[in-house]
Nanobody
Framework: QEQLVESGGGLVQPGGSLRLSCATSGSIFTWYNMGWYRQAPGEQRELVAGFGDLGRIIYGDSVRGRFTISKDNSRYTVYLQMSDLKPEDTAVYYC?????????WGRGTQVTVSS
């Protein structure tokens, strides 16, 4: 059973926008710190944006100012709004839920930025 279900990826032109969604269960949404990672071909997986303890929000340096992470408490869903997309943002984006030594990962959704 999938614990994290992502949606919203696709093909977009440079400068465009996309919104990714990650739906999960109430228990994971409540107790785990959730975030987004991405992995481009031949590259390591990297943090894009995430919620930390005490409501702290973290962004990767390459996306700060262009991407926004948010959540809907009533839908147990975390979003990643991506704006001013660049070809180097092309990657598989993964939703993550982290608590201590426990991690859940989604299957990933492909984002391709190309003209």
């Amino acid at each position: 059973q999938e614990q994290l279900v992502e949606s919203g990826g696709g093909l977009v032109q440079p400068g465009g926008s996309l919104r990714l969604s990650c739906a999960t269960s109430g228990s994971i949404f409540t107790w785990y710190n959730m975030g987004w990672y991405r992995q481009a071909p031949g590259e390591q997986r990297e943090l894009v944006a995430g919620f930390g303890d005490l409501g702290r929000i973290i962004y990767g340096d390459s996306v700060r100012g262009r991407f926004t992470i948010s959540k809907d408490n009533s839908r147990y869903t975390v979003y990643l709004q991506m704006s001013d997309l660049k070809p180097e943002d092309t990657a598989v984006y993964y939703c993550n839920a982290h608590l201590g030594r426990n991690d859940y990962w989604g299957r990933g959704t492909q984002v391709t930025v190309s003209s």
